[in-house]
């Protein structure tokens, strides 16, 4: 793991150490962008905050394509961190990994149904070209009712702001998925570490 900027074991403040330890409780370690980012600038994490509890409670697309969706611009972004993050969420949800591994297809894939392929194509055109096509837009609304394209647009640019601060600082992946499904040795160690 590399960042432009060192990364912070201690932080200062009770309030930031509490957080460090709501980390390494909920996922296993210290993510860096916390260690890199809130860190550093503490008042950012209230405001992010906020906005993944709206992520998390007030968006009501079907869990798996929201997270399909932030995969798919994680990945045109070149967010290897958030890409290990996203899926680490689907794999801490037990969603399963069929689709996610499958994302590079979705277009011709018939594990996809329609409607997962218009929410696809329109957050990739978004991501890739800061506007969509009436094309896109219209096989997007053959599917979908108006609040759910504004929660698509906005789950494409939230994921792309998260995606940005990651990109920029050169915060890389977490080893998230690894922890998620216990497949490696040394990032049980970690997460067995935090409960002692």
């Not at 550093?40 to 798996?64: A, M, S, W, Y």
Request: some cysteine; overall charge negative.
């Amino acid at each position: 793991m590399c960042a432009r900027l060192e990364p912070i074991e201690k932080p200062n403040g009770l309030k930031m150490r509490l957080v460090y330890w709501m980390m390494r409780r909920k996922f296993g370690r210290v993510v860096t962008p916390l260690q890199v980012v809130f860190a550093r600038v503490p008042g950012l994490l209230g405001c992010t905050r906020k906005l993944q509890k709206f992520h998390e409670n007030g968006i009501h697309l079907d869990e798996e394509l929201t997270l399909m969706v932030g995969t798919v611009v994680s990945e045109r972004n070149g967010c290897g961190y958030c890409v290990d993050f996203v899926q680490s969420e689907a794999i801490r949800k037990n969603l399963g990994m069929e689709k996610f591994n499958a994302l590079s297809t979705y277009q011709t894939n018939t594990q996809f149904t329609e409607a997962e392929r218009a929410a696809l194509a329109y957050a990739e055109e978004i991501t890739c070209n800061k506007n969509v096509s009436d094309a896109t837009f219209e096989a997007l609304h053959a599917h979908f009712s108006e609040r759910e394209i504004v929660e698509l647009t906005w789950v494409t640019a939230f994921q792309t702001y998260t995606n940005l601060i990651n990109t920029s600082l050169e915060i890389e992946s977490d080893g998230l998925c690894a922890i998620a499904t216990g497949n490696s040795a040394d990032e049980r160690t970690v997460a067995n570490s935090t409960h002692e």
